[in-house]
Each structure stands twice: as structure tokens, then as C-alpha cells.
């Protein structure tokens, strides 16, 4: 998992509020990622995890829980319009 991922999963359980930010997450993933490499395993995600809690004040099953409550990723992507194209054929064959 890279850095993104790790952001993206603390967002996506709603891990993120005043106590723990973008930032914060940011500089956790630094120490706890080897210092030659780009991602973690799930060893160190568990120590990410375990950091957040510390960071936030709650035990450590308040954050595993959020995790595995949640539905995976979020999709926040764009929906296309209807083109013209094919909105001037349907309204033209009516």
C-alpha cells in the first residue's frame, strides 16, 4: 500500500477529523514505512493503525473497527452529461 491508499483508506472509514489530519496521516506513514521503500505491508498498516488510535485518544479496537466496518473504497468520480448527439436523435424521433 502507498501512501495515497494509506490517505485514501483513513478518509474512506472516516478516520480524519481535528485530531487526526491529512498531514498527520501523512507523517505517520513516513515512520512507519521502511526507509527505502514506497509501501507498506500489512504489518506496518497495523502500526499505522495502532498510531492513529494514540494519536486520537481512543484504544486501538475503535479504529480496527471503523476499518472493517467500512464498504471498501468510495468512488468519488465524475458522471458524464448526455451528448447533444443523442439527445437531439431521441427528441428529433419523437
Not at 500500500?1 to 483508506?9: A, P, Y
Not at 506496518?44 to 486501538?60: E, H, R, T, Y
Not at 458524464?80 to 419523437?94: L, Q, V
Amino acid at each position: 500500500m502507498n501512501g495515497r491508499s494509506f490517505l485514501k483508506v483513513s478518509k474512506d472509514c472516516g478516520l480524519l477529523d481535528k485530531q487526526l489530519t491529512a498531514t498527520d496521516v501523512d507523517l505517520i506513514f513516513g515512520k512507519i514505512k521502511n526507509i527505502t521503500e514506497r509501501r507498506i505491508n500489512y504489518e506496518q498498516f497495523l502500526d499505522g493503525l495502532m498510531m492513529f488510535a494514540k494519536k486520537k485518544g481512543v484504544p486501538i479496537d475503535t479504529i480496527e473497527g471503523r476499518v472493517e466496518q467500512s464498504n471498501g473504497p468510495m468512488l468519488h468520480g465524475t458522471v458524464a452529461e448526455a451528448s447533444c448527439a443523442i439527445f437531439c436523435e431521441t427528441y428529433n424521433t419523437i
